[in-house]
């Protein structure tokens, strides 16, 4: 059979001339695909800085739509999503991401980021302690393990933390010693309750061993010492307190003056007392000297000349008291109204205020209950800041 060349003449021009017409369909739809994508991103972003999110989420979803693979677009999303509080649906977004097997290692890395914030944002912390700790060695480490430590502070984890604070110093992020210290006694505090008196002396010695000049190892090894009876060990470790930090010696001021009326040290610790308090008055001391001194009279005179050089209602309440004592039962009713409203009036002035959150407690806290910063605390009372 012969085969007539004039038909590939007769085809080459025709096969040509559809080749050339599909290529500038696919290009004119390639074009008009890259315009959309654009339109609908900027138009989620506009929405965005209008504070539009519900009507951004719904652009950005439409950008998504134009350009799946677009990863910029599924972060924005993500993000987006967490904010709204929408934290099932950034998870989704970010796992997403992380299943692309084309993904660059920096954009994976970013997308167990969103992840791990998504779920600490939801309070998945174990999904979330998971998600940080993929994350160490990477671009986000530090602030992985800072997120990891937060995890093991509240979860009361104090090991975990103190391994968490450890590789911070090492790794240049700054000191933490005061907060290892901390957290060995959170472990001290928590072996006594279970009676584990040798586990609690490891605790406490490394905490003294992580911050010597740090102020709760020594408060709480002066406790323990009186707890156990040894009241001249418990005035020891104070007096290392009381050179270290004297504003923080109003917190055991009176613990301290029953240790040493125990261990026949009262007129060594009164003379530290009145030392302290030309320093640093408060009523707190006042009140440790009371105990020493044993004269009403003194204390009386003592208490009026502090309210005359630092005017307070706690100072106040406590002279009409004295007053009232000196005499017996007082039989005036306006004396006794008078006394009841000012220590209506006192009480929210002896409160302990934390510097951070601005968080208020009767009881001085280590670590605030509010915002969990550890030394937050100013050692006086409001009244005496």
């Known amino acids: 059979m012969d085969f007539d060349l004039q038909w590939i003449l007769l085809g080459l021009p025709v096969a040509f001339a559809l080749g050339w017409m599909a290529s500038r369909l696919d290009l004119r739809q ?16 506009n929405l965005l800085l209008n504070e539009q999110q519900d009507k951004a989420i719904d652009a950005f979803i439409e950008a998504v739509q134009h350009d799946p693979d677009t990863s910029d677009l599924h972060f924005a999303l993500g993000n987006l999503f967490r904010r709204r509080g929408e934290y099932e649906r950034a998870v989704r977004v970010h796992q997403h991401l992380l299943n692309r097997a084309d993904l660059p290692a920096t954009e994976r ?24 700790k993929a994350l160490e060695g990477t671009a986000f480490d530090t602030e992985a393990r800072l997120a990891l430590l937060t995890l093991h502070e509240r979860s009361r984890d104090w090991r975990a933390a103190i391994e968490d604070a450890q590789k911070l110093e090492r790794s240049g992020t700054g000191s933490y010693a005061s907060r290892i210290a901390h957290y060995w006694c959170e472990l001290a505090q928590e072996s006594d309750t279970k009676g584990q008196t040798a586990d609690a002396d490891e605790a406490l010695r490394k905490a003294r061993e992580a911050a010597p000049q740090a102020a709760r190892p020594l408060v709480l090894a002066g406790a323990r010492a009186r707890a156990a009876g040894d009241h001249a060990q418990a005035v020891a470790c104070w007096r290392l307190l ?10 055991v001021a009176r613990d301290f003056a029953a240790s040493a009326q125990a261990a026949g040290e009262s007129a060594r610790a009164a003379e530290d007392l009145r030392a302290l308090y030309q320093r640093v008055p408060s009523l707190d001391l006042l009140g440790g000297l ?38 017996g039962a007082s039989d005036d009713a306006d004396e006794l109204l008078i006394e009841s409203a000012i220590t209506h009036a006192a009480v929210p002035l002896q409160r302990y205020r934390c510097a951070a959150c601005g968080f208020e407690a009767q009881n001085y806290f280590w670590q605030c209950p509010g915002c969990l910063s550890w030394d937050s605390y100013p050692p006086q009372r409001l009244e005496d800041l």
């Open 290 to 327: 009371a105990m020493l001194d044993g004269d009403a009279a003194l204390r009386r005179t003592q208490v009026a000349q502090h309210l005359r050089a630092h005017p307070s209602l706690s100072a106040a309440r406590e002279l009409l008291r004295l007053r009232v004592a000196e005499r």
């Open 30 to 45: 390639w074009k008009r695909e890259q315009r959309e994508s654009p339109k609908a991103y900027f138009k989620g972003l």
């Open 242 to 251: 009381l050179a270290a930090h004297p504003n923080a010696f109003a917190l």
């Open 109 to 132: 890395d970013r997308a167990q980021h969103g992840l791990a914030q998504d779920y600490m944002k939801a309070g998945l912390f174990d999904r979330a302690e998971e998600a940080w």
